[in-house]
């Protein structure tokens, strides 16, 4: 085993007499049959001797060994543990052993399931890229993806020979069609950015396996709380943990989750690759991840009542958001999901220039590209997020001029509106 495929050695357990089984327990903390909500509190931990309750930070960038020979059995993998943190940290180690029990769906059966973290999401797509792919290799990605995951496919990865058919994410029939010999992966979001578009997962799957794929889900925008892929057959879940997963806009991190044995490829790329997650940053995250479930669910409840409220403004043109029954996509995602997030995008009439004046208009929304975030953000994608496509390729993922990204927060709904209403006077 190589030094990479490591986790962390459970310390024997420290219950001493009279105490309550569990209290003061040493080492991994885990529990295979907790609840998404509990393993997000409770799972992966490494408690130390000296006993902490909340997870430790370890910044440290190297380990030490005892001796020459145990340095060298840790490097050749003889001998678990930790090394160098760009692949070996205690704190970013809690963090991926936490977010792979929360997307591990109860009683899976699918096998092993490992994560590893990285410094970003577009670092996680990249690896996953890196790592699993060669030049000649084939990707068929939906085309409504974050603008910069189209960048990284067509500009970067086509230098080195590996290529990108775009499809819509729900033209099943383009899905399959699309799909070569030598396609090696079939990329996606759902829903989409910014639309709110959501992809059979059951569908993609049977494609997935007719095509000998490996089947690659962006699950930023649900988050395991919302959604479990591997449920569904996916191979591996991209995250940013940047949004919801932190939720508090403090820090850019990502993860890969899926399959052991290609995580564990993965992992061996990012020893030498080096986009590695700071345990300072995982520590954020794992904080994050402790309260997920109570942010996932006020986000659907504030940006379910606010899209509805959106439908019946005058100056809406159109407003997109899965929860809504008259949106296309609505059935899947009930089927597919138990929320529906927190994004919800609309359109007002007379493109751009309005858009940035609704936009301006507004006093306290903060416009900013990020979302997951307890503050609500607002963003014009035509001209941020997709601006680096082309005109057509913006047009094919029906990014329209006047179309504005709503990422709800947690203050109050009725403040929302009123900023929102402050936008309207501008327009
Ligand atoms: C769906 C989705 N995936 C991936 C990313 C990239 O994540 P990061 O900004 O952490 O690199 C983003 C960023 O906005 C995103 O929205």
Redesign the pocket.
């Known amino acids: 085993m190589s030094e990479d495929n490591q986790k962390p050695e459970a310390q024997p357990s420290a219950v001493a007499r009279g105490q309550r089984e569990g209290h003061g327990r040493l080492g991994r903390i885990h529990q295979a049959d907790w609840s998404t909500e509990t393993q997000a509190i409770r799972s992966g931990q490494y408690r130390t001797e000296e006993q902490e309750h909340s997870e430790a930070i370890f910044p440290t960038s190297s380990f030490v060994f005892n001796s020459a020979a145990e340095a060298a059995a840790k490097f050749a993998g003889d001998v678990p543990g930790n090394i160098y943190s760009r692949f070996t940290n205690p704190t970013v180690r809690m963090f991926e052993e936490r977010l792979a029990a929360m997307e591990t769906p109860a009683g899976y059966a699918g096998g092993e399931i490992s994560c590893i973290g990285t410094s970003?999401?577009?670092?996680?797509?990249l690896a996953t890229c890196m790592a699993l792919l060669k030049q000649g290799d084939h990707i068929v990605s939906s085309r409504q993806?974050?603008g910069?995951?189209n960048v990284v496919f067509d500009k970067y990865l086509a230098k080195f020979g590996v290529t990108t058919t775009w499809v819509d994410l729900t033209d099943y029939e383009a899905w399959s069609a699309a799909i070569r010999p030598e396609t090696k992966l079939l990329f996606l979001?759902t829903p989409s950015?910014p639309l709110n578009e959501v992809a059979d997962l059951d569908r993609l799957k049977a494609i997935a396996v007719a095509g000998d794929c490996l089947l690659v889900v962006?699950n930023?925008?649900c988050t395991p709380v919302l959604q479990q892929p591997l449920a569904f057959g996916a191979d591996l879940i991209?995250h940013?943990?940047?949004?919801y997963l932190d939720g508090q806009g403090r820090g850019?991190?990502?993860a890969v989750v899926g399959r052991e044995d290609l995580v564990n490829e993965i992992k061996v790329f990012m020893r030498s690759g080096g986009f590695s997650m700071s345990p300072f940053n995982a520590w954020i995250f794992l904080k994050g991840l402790e309260t997920l479930s109570i942010r996932m669910k006020a986000h659907c409840e504030q940006t379910a009542e606010l899209a509805r409220w959106l439908t019946e403004q005058s100056w809406v043109e159109k407003v997109y958001y899965c929860g809504l029954p008259t949106h296309p996509s609505h059935d899947i995602a009930l089927r597919q999901q138990s929320g529906f997030g927190g994004v919800v995008s609309f359109t007002v009439a007379g493109g751009r220039d309005a858009a940035w004046r609704f936009i301006d208009g507004t006093r306290w929304i903060s416009i900013t590209?990020?979302?997951g975030d307890v503050k609500t953000t607002m963003t014009h994608p035509g001209s941020t997020?997709h601006g680096r496509l082309s005109p057509e390729a913006r047009a094919q993922a029906g990014i329209e001029d006047g179309l504005i990204r709503l990422c709800i927060g947690l203050e109050s709904a009725e403040d929302i509106r009123k900023d929102l209403l402050s936008g309207s006077k501008a327009l």
């Open positions: 970003s999401g577009m670092a996680a797509i993806v974050f910069t995951t979001e950015n962006d930023c925008f991209i940013s943990a940047t949004k850019i991190g990502g590209a990020n979302l997020t």
